[in-house]
């Protein structure tokens, strides 16, 4: 199991991009940590979550 | 005549306390984008007596912009950058005030932002938002980021928070309204999340992490 954005979800396996896909985010508006860390760009392809891992994708709307 | 530096140190010290003055004197602040956000968190950081404030942006001061950003009629036209550094020079006339006029991108802000422990992204497109979240938390790890996303229309003022994403990164705003969803921004909800944001920079400095 995976947290996403605090809920626990069957996850693990899956790349961080097949999670913004699968959920709906837009990844050119997203900042994604893991466990507490940013996950780099140019890893949301190759970085494979594993259980007990804690996901929080912060999703950007406009305005300022 | 204005008054002496010494004269305003000493009101602000007598407002704020000895210890908390000195840390707001001795900080920097660097604040990304300089529209209804920026500007009202500039303003609200001048008056408290933070000692350095770095103001970055591209654009210059347009009519729209009127409705919510603490630009006058008179300063149509000129670089943002310019304008709200003769405005905060006039309310702060001690404060170290720079700025930049330059779009800030993941080539040039590792430089044009290592100067300053606390960085407040005020910019006002999503993806530019995304943007320097990304790259000042991957470059910068050791930096504070106050961000924000989430304050158009006239929803209540209280669904507006702000959240602690991570030991550096703190979000202020309702998360979700966005300007492109009816009502567009309005003066009174985009300088309470600009509050929060300032409000979120003073606890940082005094040494309250928080949120």
């Known amino acids: ?64 | 005549m204005i008054p002496s530096k010494e004269e305003m140190y000493s009101a602000l010290e007598e407002r704020h306390g000895k210890e908390l003055q000195r840390r707001f004197a001795e900080s920097a602040v660097v604040i990304c984008g300089l529209g209804g956000l920026g500007s009202n968190v500039a303003v609200s950081l001048a008056r408290a007596g933070v000692g350095k404030l770095h103001l970055i942006d591209f654009d210059k001061v347009d009519i729209s912009n009127l409705n919510r950003q603490q630009y006058f009629p008179d300063q149509l036209g000129q670089y943002k950058s310019d304008a709200l550094a003769d405005t905060l020079r006039r309310i702060a006339p001690y404060c170290d005030i720079t700025s930049r006029t330059v779009k800030l991108d993941e080539s040039n802000i590792p430089e044009l932002l290592a100067d300053f422990p606390i960085i407040c992204e005020c910019f006002d497109n999503a993806e530019q938002k995304a943007m320097l979240v990304n790259t000042v938390l991957e470059y910068f790890p050791g930096k504070k980021l106050v961000a924000a996303s989430g304050m158009a229309g006239l929803g209540s003022a209280n669904t507006i928070v702000t959240r602690r994403i991570a030991k550096n990164f703190w979000l202020c705003g309702d998360g979700k309204s966005d300007v492109g969803g009816g009502l567009g921004l309005i003066s009174a909800r985009v300088a309470v999340c600009a509050a929060h944001q300032a409000t979120m920079v003073l606890r940082i400095i005094s040494g309250e992490e928080e949120a």
């Open chain 1, 1 to 64: 199991m995976v947290k996403l954005n605090g809920e626990q979800r069957e996850l693990s396996g899956k790349t961080v991009t097949e999670i913004l896909n699968e959920n709906g985010y837009d990844p050119k508006r997203v900042a994604v940590e893991l466990n507490l860390e940013i996950v780099p760009k140019s890893q949301y392809d190759s970085m494979i979550l594993k259980d007990g891992d804690s996901v929080e994708v912060v999703s950007f709307v406009g305005g300022g």
